[in-house]
């Protein structure tokens, strides 16, 4: 999971509740320069998270 500590959509808190709940494999990724949405603080994460995948 990827979330902004900015966003003014959904609080990071929000993001917090449901990292919680979810099960593992899990990993929570905070940025702070994007309010809501995408930005290019997050790209080095998507990078590590695809490679996971593969």
Known sequence: MIHSMND???????AQQ???KAVEPKELHAVE???HGYCNEM????????????
């Open 8 to 14: 003014t959509v959904i609080p990071y808190d929000n």
């Open 18 to 20: 449901t990292y919680a």
């Open 33 to 35: 320069t994007a309010r």
């Open 43 to 54: 790209d080095a994460f998507i990078k590590t998270e695809l490679k996971k995948m593969l």
